[in-house]
């Protein structure tokens, strides 16, 4: 896999080719096309139609702000880039081009103020925050100024929006939708209560095994579960109906016993040095030797709707020592198009018209930045992966 080997700060600096275009030699794909239980199954095989050699990757910009203080989230929007810092309960905008702009909200409970910001995600010419000290969405103009805000009813931990414009909040909620749904994902809207996303179990695999290794994110016309250790990803319509199973032929990477421990002790350490009571502590270190069997090193998932591609972070948990950041790539009907190795640890990454907005990770100092990188996947390579799958649907059909 190729290196970067330099980084460019605050645009308007010159592109950087990271990857240089070889000839395009697509891998003959190896998948196949199943159905389990009357849904449709896709199998792709570990190696993606695109080699290292037939993406081209150019770094745009890079913002480094010294006014963030923890980053989490990062959203793209039609004007501007949403940088949700929650520690400083703020909301951070910077400009497509790379520019760093003003910061939205202040901790506080009145309007416009935060409690405890989870997420903020632009919606048109608003954002929809999520506030877990509120327990409510707010809505607000992209230069702050409050609109309105609903009340949950219960606490929030993530959301998003679908195309359609319906509001999906993970949490805990006391109308309890959770047995109704088998998992936290309820639609959520002005003068109702939560309700159920879907009726299909959201149980974790058996190889996870404790560990919470899976999440809900946008997909084109609905929304995907990402199992993150396998992976498959589970594709629903905006109903909620299951529709397309996805599975990529990558390995579980479990925990070794030598690994375990120094996370054990790593995380001893740093809840002693926050003053943590010592029965909290015990109970903290059993919880996660239990949950420590498997790393969780897929995900989040992200969508790009216009280029019609989405994408899969690949890294080393944070709890395993981090590690540098790998993209994997997949075509909107589901077929594993490319794969890609950033330098550097991430937080967290958007994508929107071909570019990938992504909060990096100094890993020696843990400063947060924002970069942009421009991915370019050769036109044909999607012809391609239509073609494999139809062919792959008519071979599953024939029964070959």
């Not at 896999?1 to 190896?30: D, E, K, V, Y």
């Not at 290794?213 to 909620?240: H, N, V, Y």
């Amino acid at each position: 896999m190729n290196a970067f080997s330099h980084r460019i700060f605050l645009s308007p600096l010159p592109i950087l080719l990271l990857f240089l275009p070889g000839c395009t030699q697509s891998s003959p794909w190896g998948g196949s096309v199943g159905t389990e239980d009357g849904i449709e199954s896709i199998f792709n095989p570990g190696t993606p139609l695109l080699g290292d050699d037939d993406v081209v990757v150019s770094t745009l910009w890079d913002v480094r702000e010294g006014s963030w203080v923890d980053p989490t989230r990062v959203h793209a929007g039609a004007e501007s880039i949403t940088v949700v810092d929650p520690p400083a309960n703020q909301i951070h905008l910077a400009s497509l081009n790379g520019e760093a702009g003003r910061s939205l909200g202040r901790p506080g409970g009145g309007p416009g103020e935060f409690l405890r910001l989870l997420d903020a995600i632009p919606e048109g010419d608003s954002l929809v925050v999520l506030d877990a000290g509120k327990g409510s969405v707010q809505y607000l103009t992209r230069d702050g100024r409050y609109l309105s805000s609903l009340h949950l009813d219960g606490q929030p931990w993530a959301g998003f929006r679908m195309e359609d414009g319906t509001l999906l909040v993970k949490g805990e909620f006391l109308s309890d939708p959770t047995e109704e749904s088998f998992g936290d994902w309820v639609r959520v809207g002005e003068g109702s209560e939560p309700v159920a996303f879907t009726d299909v179990a959201l149980d974790p695999l058996p190889e996870e095994r404790g560990a919470v290794c899976s999440d809900l994110s946008p997909w084109f016309a609905g929304a995907a579960r990402l199992r993150f250790t396998k992976p498959e990803i589970q594709m629903f319509d905006r109903s909620g109906s299951l529709m397309t199973r996805i599975r990529i032929d990558l390995p579980v990477e479990e925990v070794t016993e030598e690994e375990r421990r120094t996370a054990l002790d790593e995380l001893e350490r740093r809840l002693e040095t926050r003053g943590v009571p010592a029965p909290f502590i015990e109970q903290s270190l059993v919880t996660m030797e239990e949950r420590w069997r498997v790393k969780c090193r897929l995900g989040p998932l992200r969508i790009d709707r216009t280029k019609k591609f989405a994408a899969f972070l690949e890294q080393n948990p944070d709890d395993f020592g981090s590690g540098s950041a790998t993209l994997h790539f997949l075509s909107e009907e589901g077929v594993y198009l490319a794969r890609i190795a950033f330098p550097t640890p991430w937080r967290d990454f958007a994508m929107a018209d071909g570019v990938v907005y992504a909060l990096t990770r100094e890993p020696d100092t843990d400063l947060i930045s924002l970069e942009a990188f421009r991915i370019d996947l050769p036109e044909s390579v999607f012809d391609e992966a239509a073609d494999v799958l139809e062919e792959a649907r008519k071979s599953g059909a024939n029964g070959s």
